[in-house]
């Protein structure tokens, strides 16, 4: 046992030489092969700049282009609802009857005191056509005289006012027909059959909205519009003469509306609640497809970048200092290139800095990528599955 104990401490130096030199010779060997490997494959675009077109997307809501409240103007009883709930209806079309039978006793009474007053006036003027001739003889006094054309004033002053009674009756008893006075689509009723009706606060029976045209109205934030401006003021977006956008509506299915649209109004001032600015845009509606209340989303076409760098999303990266991108050299090696970006265009992004026409970007096998690492640009499809891991480490 001895004898096999020390045999064993006399080898073992040397086994762990040849296994130390064994390993080495293999990590030579790895890195001969990592070595041959060559450079790394990468797809790769060059860059222009062009005038792209660009779009403004915003969530939006419907709303009616004119509403009309449907109210009681007179007091009286409810007898007929004469309108079918929901339904569309026409300028002038009869919505509510009330019980005219009180409005025509008011209107004949009316006509009953015009007539005393007309007949009154008739017996007066009689009496001044003969006081008048008699003074001038003096055969009656001055007061007679005086006393006869006040009656007289007093006479048409009396059948003004029967007059003014006889119209506001037959006023009145117009309101007792209540009509729409525009064409749209009515809302439910309010008050039924046998409901006393008062002109006060509760006089609401019904409202009528009109759809088409319909709006659309849309806010943009402050930050957004102010953005927008700078924009402009630097030469990096071109909008279209007076605002004068073409709007396209994308309703809740996805499906874009028939009809194209255009802002008609902007709101003065920025929302104290929500800090943004209301914009609103008209449809014609003929079809009556968008209703008040729909959430829509618009689309602003019109805009244009001018000479804008445009790259895939995929070939831009983000790290601790910011977004950048693998530019290719024209030797062929990776350059680290820091970059600013812009909105998003589809699969592509807008370089706003950093890059300029006939620079050479790394958009496939990037994440192999180290500044100064040769690349052989291949073709789409060649980079292996580097361009996969590219595009999740680029999200």
Not at 235 to 247: A, M, S
Request: hydrophobic share 45%; proline share 5%.
């Amino acid at each position: 046992m001895m004898q096999c104990l020390s045999a064993w401490r006399r080898w073992t130096p040397l086994v762990l030489i040849a296994v130390g030199l064994l390993a080495c010779g293999e990590k030579e060997k790895d890195l001969a092969g990592a070595g041959s490997q060559g450079p790394v494959p990468v797809t790769a675009l060059t860059v222009t700049a062009r005038d792209v077109p660009v779009t403004f997307e915003y969530v939006a809501q419907t709303e009616s282009s004119h509403i009309v409240q449907i109210r009681a103007r007179v007091d009286g009883f409810l007898e007929k609802r004469a309108y079918t709930e929901g339904s569309m209806v026409r300028a002038g079309q009869v919505m509510f009857l009330m019980d005219r039978k009180p409005f025509e006793a008011a209107l004949q009474q009316a006509r009953g005191s015009l007539a005393l007053a007309n007949a009154q006036r008739t017996m007066v003027q009689a009496n001044l056509a003969r006081v008048r001739p008699l003074a001038a003889e003096d055969a009656v006094s001055q007061k007679d005289l005086d006393d006869a054309v006040g009656q007289a004033q007093m006479a048409d002053a009396a059948v003004l006012a029967a007059e003014g009674k006889v119209r506001e009756a037959e006023l009145n008893l117009g309101y007792a027909t209540i009509t729409s006075p525009i064409a749209g689509l009515s809302s439910r009723a309010l008050k039924q059959e046998g409901s006393y009706l008062s002109p006060g606060a509760d006089s609401l029976l019904t409202t009528v909205a009109r759809l088409d045209p319909i709006w659309v109205n849309f806010s943009i934030s402050e930050n957004e519009w102010l953005k927008r401006q700078e924009e402009v003021q630097e030469g990096r977006l071109i909008l279209p003469p007076t605002d004068q956008f073409e709007v396209e509506a994308i309703l809740a299915d996805g499906s874009v509306f028939s009809r194209i649209g255009g802002i008609v109004f902007t709101e003065p001032a920025y929302s104290r609640e929500t800090g943004t600015l209301l914009e609103r845009v008209q449809f014609a509606n003929p079809r009556m497809v968008l209703k008040p209340g729909q959430f829509v989303r618009v689309r602003l076409k019109g805009a244009v970048r001018p000479n804008a760098v445009l790259v895939p999303r995929r070939a831009v990266m983000q790290g601790t200092k910011g977004h950048f991108v693998w530019a290719v050299t024209a030797g062929d090696k990776a350059e680290f290139r820091s970059v600013t970006v812009g909105d998003w265009f589809g699969d592509e992004i807008f370089v706003t800095a950093g890059l300029k026409a006939g620079d050479r970007v790394a958009v496939d096998g990037i994440i192999r990528l180290a500044a100064g690492t040769p690349v052989k640009v291949v073709e789409p499809g060649a980079t292996g599955n580097t361009g996969s891991a590219a595009n999740a480490a680029a999200k």
